[in-house]
């Protein structure tokens, strides 16, 4: 099972990088997804990488601001998060769905093959 860590509560303006890991499980055939979930919202898409090449793609929210990374020999994936305001608050999950996607649309977290429990994100004002 996916599991996203790395959440906490942090001043606006700050950074926090978040991973999301799999004990028992590779991902080089995955597309890997960033979703949140603010409080009274529905869970939208934050951005994504193909794990294989390395491609990424960004919800014009977060773009500039959101990095996805991977690391191949700890099997697992990042979001760091810089210039945090008040409105990215939300619980953080992560998905890994098989197959390479062109990105060129966000990633549906229904279509998610595998996810896991999230990661609260609390930026203060």
């Known amino acids: 099972q996916l599991q996203a860590s790395g959440g906490g509560l942090v001043q606006a303006g700050g950074s926090l990088r978040l991973s999301c890991a799999d004990s028992g499980r590779t991902f080089s055939s995955y597309t890997m997804g960033w979703f949140r979930q603010a409080p009274g919202k529905e869970r939208e898409f934050v951005g994504a990488i193909v794990w294989s090449e390395g491609r990424t793609s960004y919800a014009d929210s977060v773009k500039g601001r959101f990095t996805i990374s991977r690391d191949n020999a700890k099997n697992t994936v990042y979001l760091q998060m810089n210039s945090l305001g008040p409105e990215d608050t939300a619980v953080y999950y992560c998905?890994?769905?098989?197959?390479?996607?062109?990105?060129?649309?966000?990633?549906?977290?229904?279509?998610?093959?595998?996810w896991g429990k999230g990661t609260q994100v609390t930026v203060s004002s």
């Open positions: 998905g890994a769905v098989r197959g390479r996607y062109s990105l060129q649309a966000p990633l549906d977290w229904g279509g998610m093959d595998f």
